[in-house]
């Protein structure tokens, strides 16, 4: 599993609001950097992690949920609440087909048709699950989502993605 991103000028003493602003736009931008590889498909792990941080946003968007006003905020924890849900369907799929991988060479002959039967119907199944993520990702970005959503963020908590600059474990930030 991929780590969470340290929240960069997070410290004890920081105001609320502050902290919820630094936490969230980070976690937000770690869910992100998942994108390209979960839209590209060539590697499970991506769409793994990207799970995972969105999960780590919806935490963290519970743990600040009075720093913004309610109305809004449940608009903009549904759309993170249906990232998590889209990439779940299709995260449970690849789980179910690894595991189904693993077991091939241990059956029986008689029995690796049923197996392999189903583990070509997870897939096809994926494969919808895939045109799903896809369309999610493409209605997000005709909204221009990840801009109202960071900026959303800076209105209520005065915190700027931009001046945060949150990156992965081991980037300096600038």
Not at 32 to 46: A, F, K, N
Not at 82 to 104: F, I, N, P, Q, W
Not at 134 to 162: I, M, N, P, S
Request: aromatic share 6%.
């Amino acid at each position: 599993m991929a780590r969470a991103w340290e929240v960069p000028g997070l410290h004890p003493r920081a105001r609320y609001r502050d902290a919820a602003g630094r936490v969230i736009l980070t976690r937000w931008r770690e869910m992100m950097s998942h994108r390209e590889g979960t839209l590209r498909g060539d590697d499970i792990e991506h769409l793994h992690a990207m799970r995972v941080s969105s999960r780590r946003l919806r935490a963290a968007m519970d743990a600040f949920a009075e720093a913004f006003p309610r109305r809004s905020f449940r608009r903009h924890l549904r759309v993170v609440k249906s990232v998590t849900d889209t990439l779940g369907a299709a995260r449970d799929l690849d789980v179910a087909v690894a595991h189904l991988e693993k077991l091939l060479p241990a059956l029986e002959p008689a029995d690796r048709p049923g197996v392999e039967g189903l583990i070509a119907r997870h897939r096809a199944q994926r494969r919808g699950e895939d045109a799903r993520i896809q369309a999610l990702f493409a209605r997000l970005d005709e909204e221009r989502y990840a801009h109202r959503f960071e900026r959303w963020v800076r209105r209520h908590t005065g915190v700027d993605v931009a001046t945060l600059d949150p990156g992965p474990p081991g980037q300096e930030a600038s």
